[in-house]
């Protein structure tokens, strides 16, 4: 039957505007093969509930079964596909920006501050993946090629995606062992990043889940590479014959301060030292120490600070801050 027609000046039924929406979700699930995802791209179970899938990036058209990458803070926005809202497209919610040495990004943001990393800024925290896989994920299997003996099978597409992942792991980024087992938790860092100042206390920071719900947190320590002198040469003698003093301490102990605080003790820290010619001094060896420092009319508070045991003369020298300074090209 009909529906009786509409007179003018009359709105149309409620009856009348209701869509039928298309079914995106279909059980059982039949599953095709896991999709191997772009570095930065996240493999997730699609919104049926059935399929490993990659989801859905920035711009991209989403549904219900096709879902935006939760990872990166994005959701699908129907706002545009009134008022059947079946298609929408992937945005990132409205959050917080970051700062990466001293230039501040948008949320959802992508940036290279590194010729070896593409980087994003989800809510205030920064995630980034290589620009690149090593040739060594291919070359090995051309050498296989190169040489193939009756009934030896040449790399196929898993081959491939083991070799790859294999390098992809070797690459200095992901250099996180020895991994080790405390408590359930299999406990991983990234480097302490270089100290934020090149003379007097500074600061360092590391992500780590080294703590009692066993998730991934930004830890900070100070550090103290120099003191700040004036004339570093007319306190460090170098002996003679030599180019470089590697470390150096002052005459007496003294208390650090730090945000118009000072610590409760005197120390003797081990600086690291000079050099006559081009090379700069940075520290090889060091161990975590907690200082205590007490405010005026303000209490006391604890920070952890890296102890500096040894340093190395070398000549690639960083810029204080340099979260990239140790990623080198395999």
Not at 130 to 158: D, E, H, N, W
Not at 263 to 279: A, E, H, I, P
Not at 310 to 323: K, N
Request: glycine share 6%; net charge positive.
């Amino acid at each position: 039957s009909h529906s009786p027609p509409v007179k003018p000046g009359e709105k149309p039924s409620e009856t009348r505007e209701v869509h039928q929406r298309k079914e995106v979700c279909h059980w059982p699930c039949r599953c095709p093969p896991v999709p191997t995802c772009t570095p930065g791209v996240s493999l997730v179970k699609d919104g049926c509930g059935c399929c490993k899938v990659c989801a859905k990036q920035s711009g991209e058209t989403c549904n219900e079964a096709d879902i935006c990458d939760p990872h990166k803070g994005l959701y699908c926005n129907y706002s545009e596909d009134e008022p059947r809202y079946e298609t929408g497209v992937c945005a990132y919610l409205v959050a917080v920006g970051c700062e990466l040495n001293g230039v501040y990004y948008l949320n959802g943001q992508t940036f290279q501050p590194n010729p070896l990393y593409k980087c994003l800024c989800i809510s205030g925290a920064i995630g980034c993946t290589p620009v690149f896989t090593p040739r060594l994920a291919v070359s090995a299997c051309a050498r296989v090629r190169g040489r193939k003996k009756p009934g030896q099978s040449i790399c196929g597409p898993g081959q491939h995606k083991q070799l790859q992942s294999t390098n992809y792991r070797l690459m200095s980024a992901y250099r996180s062992l020895p991994l080790v087992l405390k408590n359930k938790c299999l406990v991983q860092a990234t480097p302490w990043t270089p100290c934020s100042r090149t003379c007097g206390i500074g600061m360092s920071s590391r992500v780590t889940n080294e703590n009692r719900k066993c998730e991934m947190k930004k830890e900070k320590r100070l550090c103290f590479i120099q003191p700040c002198l004036t004339n570093m040469l007319k306190t460090i003698k170098i002996p003679k014959g030599k180019t470089c003093q590697p470390t150096f301490q002052l005459p007496t102990a003294e208390k650090i301060f730090f945000s118009g605080c000072s610590t409760t003790q005197s120390y003797k820290l081990t600086f690291c030292g000079v050099c006559l010619d081009k090379r700069c001094c940075i520290p090889n060896k060091s161990k975590m120490i907690t200082v205590q420092f007490e405010c005026p009319n303000e209490g006391f508070f604890k920070w952890k600070m890296m102890w500096i045991t040894s340093c190395v003369c070398q000549r690639t020298c960083s810029a204080p801050g340099d979260l990239f300074s140790e990623l080198k090209v395999l």
